[in-house]
């Protein structure tokens, strides 16, 4: 089932997620901004209001507050268009008004708020409250002087309400800014879904199978949206060509294994047939023909072992790091020892010595099955190929990067230059006649090659010095 895209815009939910943050960001600051400017212009009016009552008691002095006559004189000597003055005793009681001479008609004014504030921390002020006496709404300010509070109080008249507005000029250039950073949000949301478009087109495509180019690369930006695209873009083309020369090898597999079945089965078909069609063949002829076709049989029997050990390992290197947890510390020596007890019988029959020379306390972490079938395959094609070979010897190091590195060589006719970097590749023979004639699959060194790669080593072939050839591999230690 393919997949199903939603049709969603990157770029809508991305620039109404960012930019509404930034839309509430703007407001929130505007609004704090507003109350900030407007809480300074307040505390600039009662600040001077604060000023004029100083003025007063210090021309005055405190003990002449309460002189009428002088009070009223100094609030005509300085007077300000609708300034009020109003002095109180602590207890709220009014003890002079310049705008009402008959105090005692105010009322109590303990519950007024900048009364209350001003006998508490000294001052106060309360802002667009009317008066009960005048109905007009003021401005009140007021500050304590020991026993008594000088209270000022100005009228709302068009003129304050407007020094008392805050400045809204920082209002259009929070917006002009606003539009200006949408602007840059619209364009790098754009861009960015841009790209994630034509990488979304590049999927689809890749999904369904369709025909791809390298034209989305050029595109790309140079930025990490740009790195991260092209890495998918890189590993898509990596597991596409990694899964074509999958397919191609399995084809060759498939055709190359179907090439060497075919004459095994072929002989054994006309061995039979020439059986039963002369039902009257001498004994030792047939009993020629029946071992013809034994041998031919056997040989199929290790094709058919051989390339079902190639799939294991196939399976196995498909899951390594799994496979690598299964893996136990494997005495090497002890294997190289069973490998020449097993084929010691072939070794004397064509006259060839065989060493160990890896130290017997030598651990390696591998699968024991895999590790004996490198030494055993490696072993079996010196025997099976090494022409004229008088010796098989098997040694040990460890290289810098702290690795084992054992050493299989012989000392036999070798092989050309030409053929080494290809005798791994799997039914590939140097001398394909002579290698049928000897029963051999094609498929011993590959099994080795992937083994290795199993265990994560490296495995490659060299001319021996004075003749012959060796195989080198590395493995992990324990």
């Given at each position: 089932m393919g997949t199903v895209w939603r049709s969603k815009s990157f770029q809508k939910n991305l620039l109404w997620s960012i930019g509404g943050i930034f839309i509430l960001f703007a407001v929130c600051f505007s609004i704090y901004q507003y109350q900030r400017e407007k809480d300074y212009k307040i505390d600039i009016m009662h600040s001077r209001l604060q000023m004029y009552n100083y003025e007063m008691v210090q021309t005055l002095g405190e003990d002449s507050l309460l002189s009428a006559p002088l009070f009223r004189e100094y609030v005509e000597r300085h007077n300000v268009e609708g300034l009020r003055v109003t002095i109180v005793d602590l207890k709220g009681r009014v003890m002079l008004d310049s705008y009402e001479p008959n105090a005692d008609s105010l009322g109590n004014h303990l519950q007024r708020t900048e009364i209350r504030e001003a006998i508490e921390e000294g001052n106060g002020y309360d802002i667009k409250r009317t008066s009960a006496s005048t109905h007009e709404t003021y401005f009140y300010s007021a500050t304590r002087f020991g026993a008594l509070v000088v209270r000022a109080a100005v009228p709302y008249s068009a003129e304050l309400t407007r020094s008392l507005q805050a400045d809204n000029t920082y209002i259009y250039f929070a917006v002009a800014l606003t539009l200006l950073l949408g602007a840059v949000l619209y364009w790098s949301t754009r861009r960015i879904s841009r790209h994630i478009r034509l990488l979304r087109e590049f999927a689809v495509e890749?999904?369904?199978?369709?025909?791809?180019?390298?034209?989305?690369e050029r595109h790309l930006p140079d930025d990490e949206l740009g790195e991260i695209s092209h890495t998918i873009i890189t590993l898509y083309w990596k597991l596409r060509h990694a899964e074509e020369d999958k397919l191609r090898l399995k084809r060759q597999l498939t055709q190359n294994a179907a090439h060497e079945l075919k004459t095994p089965a072929a002989s054994i078909h006309g061995y039979l047939e020439s059986i039963l069609d002369n039902p009257d063949m001498p004994a030792d002829k047939r009993l020629h023909f029946l071992e013809r076709c034994y041998a031919q049989s056997t040989r199929m029997n290790k094709l058919l072992q051989d390339m079902s050990a190639l799939?294991?390992?196939?399976?196995?290197?498909?899951?390594?790091?799994?496979?690598?947890?299964?893996?136990?510390?494997?005495?090497v020596a002890c294997i190289i020892d069973n490998v020449l007890d097993d084929v010691?019988?072939?070794?004397?029959?064509?006259?060839?010595?065989?060493?160990?020379?890896?130290p017997h306390d030598m651990t390696v972490v591998g699968d024991q099955?895999?590790?004996?079938?490198?030494?055993?395959?490696?072993v079996d094609n010196a025997i099976a190929y090494a022409t004229g070979a008088t010796t098989i010897h098997i040694t040990s190091t460890t290289t810098e990067d702290g690795l084992y590195e054992f050493c299989v060589s012989d000392n036999g006719q070798g092989v050309s230059p030409d053929h080494l970097p290809r005798i791994f590749e799997r039914f590939y023979r140097v001398d394909k006649g002579r290698s049928r004639k000897l029963g051999g699959t094609g498929l011993g060194l590959a099994i080795v090659k992937n083994a290795v790669l199993a265990h994560g080593g490296t495995v490659w072939a060299s001319p021996t010095p004075g003749g012959g050839l060796t195989v080198r591999f590395t493995l992990s230690r324990s």
């Open positions: 890749a999904e369904q199978g369709e025909a791809l180019d390298h034209e989305l799939t294991k390992l196939d399976e196995l290197e498909g899951r390594q790091h799994t496979a690598m947890r299964e893996m136990v510390a494997i005495n010691l019988l072939q070794l004397q029959e064509h006259s060839i010595a065989a060493t160990n020379d890896v099955s895999l590790i004996y079938s490198i030494f055993r395959n490696l």
